[in-house]
């Protein structure tokens, strides 16, 4: 390893960012560069951007004006100070970032990341470069792998990436042009990196893709492999309790993926399935390619397999064209399926894409009246959700300490945050917590093995009234997913 350099990585967006960047600080490492949690003392900040939403590309522009500063305060003290730029708005924009960001050394397409040792060390001798290429070699291929130090310290839970791009062409979205056709890794590939993860002692892995559902990898006996098989294969591999997937799309949602929630007990109870709207003509207009009646057979066919399935969307409101009528039929799919929580964005028109050149497009004031509106249904069916779960006993897996003395944090098996009075030798563990009081949709509860006491002891030092299952106030909020921009669930959109 050459002498130690830091490097400083920002993730936007959506989980595949938060992946890839986690790779592009693995392929760094050999170079000698160490991930540190602040830009100010980095020789090296990447960010690695989300073009997802016009606010996502434009808050990449305000951090490069303050990039900037902070590099001529380095200069100022004698350091050099690199910038790159990687992800969706580098692959969108390329040189344009160049030219709008004077700050900016390097921008890196989303494809190209295992070239960033070259062009760290290119842009390192004074060459400004640009490259958004799509690579004709599979990254993957060449990505470094994470060291078991590195994954040990990421925590127990760790997401896969198993396809990348999309050929879906939702009228709305950049993914198609930004992230490419639709690719699937090899599930040998797969199998081997998720076997490295367990042995650093990882438990919980979330596969990702743009369209998960959509993956069809070469499998072991040289046949495609769907999504449903590689779970399959996954789910008896030591270590590994317990498995996600996220995002999919309702139309590849096949017959053997549906069983596969009946089948594998290690596939949790909780699937992210966006509609985008209840309304057909809506939906056709935005290209999905299923009406609602389609969405809602397959909610049918997933509960049948799995009663106690735990249903989060994706809604975008105001598409152009959208009449009130439409909105109405929006609110009321949401009342039908019972979510237990939602993501809601105003619609975006993002340069490219049919939707952005439709006539009819609405005024800001009536896409946030309707996303106001939209939130309250989603907030109410969310805290409907939270609320059966009082009373229940749930296995939860033990992630990190809580923000409060004595305190640790968990999912449930609905990806819900739980919160508990126990000790921190817990972390790693899977246990059974009986859940007594919800709060911001967090859960509260204690050990189900320790109800009748020492958790209550713990609290009263807090001064709490109430022992140890009160909900600190400072509880964190909603239902995070792991999803785009980690907005909080039902938050406002971009
Ligand atoms: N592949 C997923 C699917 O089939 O729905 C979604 C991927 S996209 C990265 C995440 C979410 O961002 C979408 O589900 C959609 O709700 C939202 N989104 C995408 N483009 C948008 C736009 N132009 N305006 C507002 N929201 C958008
Ligand atoms: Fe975008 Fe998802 Fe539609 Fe693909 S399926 S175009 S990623 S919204």
Redesign the pocket.
Known sequence: MKGARKLYVKSFG?QMNVYDSQRMADTLAPEGYVETATAEDADLIVLNTCH??EKAAEKVYSELGRLRRLKEAAAADGRSLLVAVAGCVAQAEGDEIVRRAPAVDLVVGSQNYHRLPDLVAHAARGGRVVDTDFALDDKFDHLAAPSRAATRARGVTAFVTVQEG?D?F?A????PYTRGAESSRPAEKIVTEVERLADAGVREVTLIG??VNAYHGVGANGRPWRLARLLERLAGMPGIERLRYT???PLDMDDDLVAAHRDLPALMPQLHL?V?SGSDRVLAAMNRRHSRADYLDVVARLREARPDLALTS???VGFPGETENDFAATLTLVEEVGYAGA?S??????PG?P?ADMSRQLQEAEKSDRLRRLQRVIDQEQAKFSRACVGRTLSVLFERPGRHRGQIVGRSPYLQPVQIQAPPSLIGEIADVTITEVASNSLFGALASSLSSPCKGEVGERGEPGGGLTPPRTAVGGLTLPL?GREKIAGA?A
């Open positions: 959506c997802i939403r999309c879906k939702c709305f979205c950049v993914v743009q369209n995002t999919s799309h966006p985008q994706d809604f975008i993501f964005f105003k619609y975006s028109p993002r894409t939707g785009p959109g």
